[in-house]
T-cell receptor, first 116, second 112 residues
Framework: AQTVTQSQPEMSVQEAETVTLSCTYDTSENNYYLFWYKQPPSRQMILVIRQEAYKQQNATENRFSVNFQKAAKSFSLKISDSQLGDTAMYFCAFISRNSGNTPLVFGKGTRLSVIA | GAGVSQSPRYKVAKRGQDVALRCDPISGHVSLFWYQQALGQGPEFLTYFQNEAQLDKSGLPSDRFFAERPEGSVSTLKIQRTQQEDSAVYLC??????????FGQGTRLTVV
C-alpha cells in the first residue's frame, strides 16, 4: 500500500518570501503521479501542481515549483513570492497509474499561513 | 455544469438519522470518487465508480455506508443510522483520464 507523509503540520511565511513544504511517500510502483492540492477555508480542493514520475524535469506552475527526488521518494513544494491568498491547507497526494483509475492517497496536510 | 457540485453544503443530523449526500460530477467524466475528510486530516478514500459500476468500495467504514450512481452521472452517498464518528467533510471528485481529479466543495456533516 502507498503512504504519503507530510511532517510539517503548520508553517508560516512572510508575504513575498519563499517557503518549502515537505512530502515523502512510499511505494513499490514505478508508474505514478504526484500532486500538491490547496484547500482554502471554502473546502474545495484546488490542484496546484502535478508531477509524472517518469519525467525527470521538475514541474513548475508560475510561483509554484517542486523538487522531485524519485530515488529518495521526496516531493517538496516551493512557493515563491508568497501572497496572502496562498494561506490554506496544502495536501500532497499520490496516484498509481499502473491499472486504470485508482484513488488518490493523501498526506495529512500542512497548514500554511502567509503573514503580512 | 462547469464543475463538480455537491449538496447540501452543510448537514446536521441527529444520531440515528439517515442522510443522503449528492454529487453532480463534471459532464462526461466517467470516474467518480468519494472521500471522507475528518477535521484536521487529509481526505481518505471511500468508494469509486466507473460510469454506473462501483469498482471499489473498500474504503467504506461500515455497512451503514452505501453509494450509488445508477445512470453513470449523479451519485448519492447514503449513511444509515448516523453516529458521531461519521461527522466529517465528504468530498466528491470526478475524473476523465485519472491524471487529474476535480473536486466539489464538499458536504460538512455534523452528527449531534
Amino acid at each position: 500500500a502507498q503512504t504519503v507523509t507530510q511532517s510539517q503540520p503548520e508553517m508560516s511565511v512572510q508575504e513575498a518570501e519563499t517557503v518549502t513544504l515537505s512530502c515523502t511517500y512510499d511505494t513499490s510502483e514505478n508508474n505514478y503521479y504526484l500532486f500538491w492540492y490547496k484547500q482554502p477555508p471554502s473546502r474545495q480542493m484546488i490542484l496546484v501542481i502535478r508531477q509524472e514520475a517518469y519525467k525527470q524535469q521538475n514541474a513548475t506552475e508560475n510561483r509554484f515549483s517542486v523538487n522531485f527526488q524519485k530515488a529518495a521518494k521526496s516531493f517538496s513544494l516551493k512557493i515563491s513570492d508568497s501572497q496572502l491568498g496562498d494561506t490554506a491547507m496544502y495536501f500532497c497526494a499520490f496516484i498509481s497509474r499502473n491499472s486504470g483509475n485508482t484513488p488518490l492517497v493523501f498526506g495529512k496536510g500542512t497548514r500554511l499561513s502567509v503573514i503580512a | 455544469g462547469a464543475g463538480v457540485s455537491q449538496s447540501p453544503r452543510y448537514k446536521v443530523a441527529k444520531r440515528g438519522q439517515d442522510v443522503a449526500l449528492r454529487c453532480d460530477p463534471i459532464s462526461g467524466h466517467v470516474s467518480l470518487f468519494w472521500y471522507q475528510q475528518a477535521l484536521g486530516q487529509g481526505p481518505e478514500f471511500l468508494t469509486y465508480f466507473q460510469n454506473e459500476a462501483q469498482l471499489d468500495k473498500s474504503g467504506l467504514p461500515s455497512d451503514r455506508f452505501f453509494a450509488e450512481r445508477p445512470e453513470g452521472s449523479v451519485s448519492t452517498l447514503k449513511i444509515q443510522r448516523t453516529q458521531q464518528e461519521d461527522s466529517a467533510v465528504y468530498l466528491c471528485a470526478s475524473s476523465l483520464t485519472g491524471a487529474e481529479a476535480f473536486f466539489g466543495q464538499g458536504t460538512r456533516l455534523t452528527v449531534v
